[in-house]
């Protein structure tokens, strides 16, 4: 099987996502999110830890009642505390995290590398008697010297964990290292392998790619990439990622949905859809040059390598600018239900462009000047 053919997404908007600057998602949110992450068809929804606050368990409990298809999973620190309250409260699966950078140890909780392992064996031992699903990740991997992280992930899943997790914590790694480091630790361990990947450099959905061609099963994203800082690989940008090898890769994902998702995560932390989201921007599928629409219009597929056909969405073309090319004009007249000749649509662009570069133009002021140029 290819490697994107079996690619999971572990979907943290309810946890990476909740840590975005301007995200506070209520019981009801969180609900609406689940139940739309579902709907859409992730294979796993992450959870806020249970011992975050009373809200976040009470939440949790409630989410995993409901028989959703997509797994329910908790972020916990691997505290035998924790992890109890996340089975208690119904836990499908309990992501477990240690920091095992050098700059994290000291910065965070001091211990050296025989101690994290000494502790996680005390978890995982308790979590194997328990129905669920066990990841231990290994927070801030890129920056962890690679004997030891194969050391710790050799250790832990001869403990019987179900998945290791790769996190680029503070995104720094770059494609090629991520590749090379999961396909490391694809040859040290059978289980499989999860990667969280942030875009303090811009190279999330790269990074998160990688992953996968270096062997990853589980790719952690959030709806629109929020999380902290300036987030992680998004959804959406995964989808675009994966549809553009191959749209029957995304079939079993409700693609339709990832538009009103977008909106509806953006909406409840108050940001627009960022312009440059891949397929949700308003912008994702916008021509606007003379030649790209030219050649669009002729055949959509010369600047456009996703069909927004396939996302429910529609791809538009402006007129309304003095880049503006004739074709574009003959096919905005066409819309209106008029006809331009040749000459006609040549003569209308001609003075959009001299408009144009005088003022902005707005649409309607362009459609009525199409009316006078009509035969
Ligand atoms: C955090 C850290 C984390 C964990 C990722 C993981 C990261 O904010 O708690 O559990 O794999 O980026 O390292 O999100
Ligand atoms: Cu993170």
């Known amino acids: ?11 943290t908007t309810l946890r990476e996502g909740e840590q975005f600057a301007t995200a506070r998602f209520n019981s009801a949110q969180r609900l609406a999110i689940a139940e739309a992450l579902d709907a859409f068809g992730v ?7 249970p011992a975050a606050s009373p809200q976040s368990a009470r939440d949790l409990e409630r989410i995993a009642k409901l028989g959703l298809r997509s797994r329910i999973v908790t972020h916990v620190r691997c505290h035998l505390d924790d992890v109890r309250l996340a089975v208690e409260c119904g836990a499908q699966g309990v992501n477990m995290l240690y920091a095992t ?4 140890r ?5 211990r050296n590398l025989d101690q994290i392992i000494e502790e996680a064996a005390i978890v995982i031992d308790y979590l194997k008697g328990q129905a669920v699903e066990i990841r231990f990740s290994a927070e801030d991997t890129f920056r962890t010297d690679l004997s030891e992280l194969i050391r710790i992930y050799s250790s832990v899943a001869a403990l019987g964990v179900h998945r290791v ?14 590749y090379a480091t999961v396909a490391e630790v694809r040859a040290a361990v059978s289980c499989d392998i999860e990667f969280h990947g942030h875009n303090d450099a811009g ?5 998160a790619f990688c992953a996968l061609e270096g062997g990853a099963t589980h790719i952690d994203v959030t709806v629109l990439g929020i999380g902290e800082r300036n987030g992680i690989a998004s959804l959406g940008g995964m989808i675009a990622r994966l549809a553009t090898l191959d749209q029957a890769l995304v079939a079993r994902y409700d693609v339709g949905m990832l538009t009103e998702l977008d909106a509806m995560v953006a909406a409840m932390v108050g940001i627009p859809i960022p312009f440059d989201a ?15 629409t030219k050649a669009v219009l002729t055949d959509p597929r010369s600047y456009e390598a996703l069909d927004p056909a396939a996302f429910g969405l529609a791809r538009t073309v402006a007129v309304a600018h003095r880049l503006v090319g004739w074709h574009a004009i003959a096919e905005r007249a066409r819309e209106l239900g008029i006809y331009l000749s040749e000459p006609a649509a040549r003569q209308a662009a001609a003075r ?22 009509a035969e």
């Open 165 to 178: 997790g790769l996190a680029d914590t503070v995104g720094i790694a770059t494609p090629r290292q991520v």
């Open 101 to 104: 950078s050098e700059q994290l």
């Open 278 to 292: 891949p397929i949700s921007s308003p912008y994702a599928f916008h021509h606007k040059a003379g030649m790209h």
């Open 43 to 49: 294979e796993y929804i992450e959870l806020t830890s």
């Open 1 to 11: 099987m290819s490697p994107f053919e079996r690619v999971a997404f572990v979907d």
């Open 106 to 110: 000291h910065a965070s909780h001091g």
């Open 352 to 373: 959009i462009k001299a408009l144009g570069d005088e003022h902005e133009l707005d649409s309607t002021t362009v459609d009525e000047l199409l009316y006078e140029y």
């Open 203 to 207: 190279c999330a959905v790269a990074n």
